[in-house]
């Protein structure tokens, strides 16, 4: 069963950093285009970042600049770099592939305040 678990959320104030990771079990993603996505309280779930397989990028305008992702194949993990953060970055972050193949982790949270 393949199990998707975000982590490294938590509370920063505006033009603060934080680093998020995804760990994967049940399934290698090597060969597969993982991205990160986010959902804030009362929206859609919205794509935030991709990497494919052979490591290139692809970023959201609202976060081009800001964000830097990457993976680590061997280990089997997708990281979410994320500075300068604005208020508007509030949301519950989640990987998955650039499909959304697999069942969906729990995210974790992310709150920037003012």
């Known amino acids: 069963q393949v199990q998707l678990v975000e982590s490294g959320g938590g509370f920063v104030q505006a033009g603060g950093s934080l680093r998020l990771s995804c760990a994967a079990s049940?399934?290698?993603?090597?060969?597969?285009?993982m991205a990160w996505f986010r959902q804030a309280p009362g929206k859609q779930r919205e794509w935030v970042a991709t990497?494919?397989?052979?490591?290139?990028?692809a970023y959201a305008d609202s976060v081009k600049g800001r964000f830097t992702i990457s993976r680590d194949n061997d280990k089997n993990t997708v990281a979410l770099q994320m500075n300068s953060l604005r208020p508007e970055d509030t949301a519950a972050y989640y990987c998955?592939?650039?499909?959304?193949?697999?069942?969906w982790g729990k995210g974790t949270l992310v709150f920037v305040s003012s």
């Open positions: 998955n592939t650039q499909m959304g193949v697999y069942n």
């Open positions: 990497i494919s397989s052979a490591g290139i990028t």
């Open positions: 049940g399934v290698s993603f090597a060969l597969q285009a």
